[in-house]
């Protein structure tokens, strides 16, 4: 089928038609900005939740469970799980898809595994085109599962709505949940694996580490739900706290913020991209020759040579 015909049937929620666009859109395909100039319109209309954590947290297992939950909402939902890349063959086991096959018969439920390839974060580098090509499908929700991240890989809380961190019983102390980082972007907070000892003493820890932020009274208050999301234990629940939260962005406005913001980020991404590919061209490289060997001779300084390379390409013409 030709570059329409596919975005038609995207919008459609033709299944074939979706996998098939969210492949182009993995391999940076030449019909890439066609068919993001064809879904433009009909996308970032779904709810958009991000569930992160370190490896082992059970993230796998709760986005399945929230799958379950959303679903006897009557709503329909697609998942986007991103597993890691080998550093030696950049192929990736997609353990996701794996355990989510209680969904695969739900005509309501889509899954779709993404390797990261190397891109930093817990997220792929097509991840952003990818949510776009959900929302136009017309899913209700969309759930994005990070690969396990450490504690400076915050990326998902640029491209959700709501963000929920999840931890376990056993995976630090006081000290680690105060540190910066992924547990600063929670909009909600899991303790899973909840009926193994220690859980309430991470319970607890969680709890300091929210009061220890100041906030004003209209700020949404990250709260904390203790699950066993192999046996279905405090889910719903944990689905209702994710509702609250989309309520208060909806309400306060922030919602439409989160949402420019991260229009932004994608805008400024591409925007690098398109730079880096101009770069890599011959005649940029030979200018970038020129102004390196001004550098290293003094004639000018690495700023004003940068500002110059910017200039040259930024004139020139073509994508």
């Known amino acids: 089928m030709n570059t329409p015909q596919l975005v ?9 038609a979706l996998a098939r666009a969210i492949t182009l859109v993995e391999n940076g395909a030449p019909q890439l900005r066609e068919i993001m100039a064809g879904l433009a319109e009909h996308a970032g209309r779904a709810q958009v939740v ?17 799958v379950r939950a959303v679903r006897d909402k009557g709503l329909s939902v697609a998942v986007l799980a991103v597993d890691p890349s080998s550093p030696f ?28 390839r190397g891109h930093l ?7 952003p085109h990818a949510l776009r090509v959900l929302g136009a499908a017309g899913f209700d929700v969309i759930l994005v599962e990070t690969v396990g991240v450490g504690q400076a890989e915050v990326a998902i809380a640029g491209q959700a709505d709501t963000t929920v ?3 376990a019983p056993g995976m630090g102390d006081a000290v680690q949940a105060s540190k910066a980082g992924v547990l600063e972007i929670a909009d909600v907070l899991v303790v899973n694996k909840a009926d193994r000892d220690g859980a309430r003493v ?55 913020e989160r949402r420019r913001a991260r229009a932004r980020e994608e805008v400024q991404a591409i925007t690098l991209d398109l730079l880096r590919s101009r770069m890599a061209g011959p005649e940029a490289g030979k200018g970038l020759d020129r102004l390196a060997a ?14 110059t390379l910017v200039g040259e390409l930024t004139d020139s013409t073509g994508p």
């Open 8 to 16: 038609d049937r995207v919008r459609a929620g033709d299944r074939r």
């Open 121 to 127: 974060g817990g997220l792929s580098w097509a991840a």
């Open 294 to 307: 001004d550098v290293a001779d003094g004639r000018t300084d690495p700023y004003a040579a940068a500002d």
């Open 165 to 167: 961190v999840l931890s």
């Open 50 to 66: 991000g569930f992160t954590g370190s490896p082992g947290v059970g993230k796998s297992t709760t986005t399945s469970a929230v």
């Open 89 to 116: 063959t950049g192929g990736a086991l997609l353990g996701d898809r794996v355990r989510m096959q209680d969904h695969a018969t739900d005509p309501g439920v889509y899954i779709r595994s993404m390797a990261n």
């Open 202 to 256: 991470t319970l607890r820890e969680l709890r300091q580490m929210v009061a220890m932020k100041d906030r004003e009274d209209h700020e949404w208050k990250p709260p904390i739900e203790m699950t066993v999301a192999d046996r279905g234990e405090g889910v719903g629940d944990l689905w209702e706290r994710v509702r609250e939260h989309y309520d208060h962005l909806s309400a306060s406005g922030e919602l439409a």
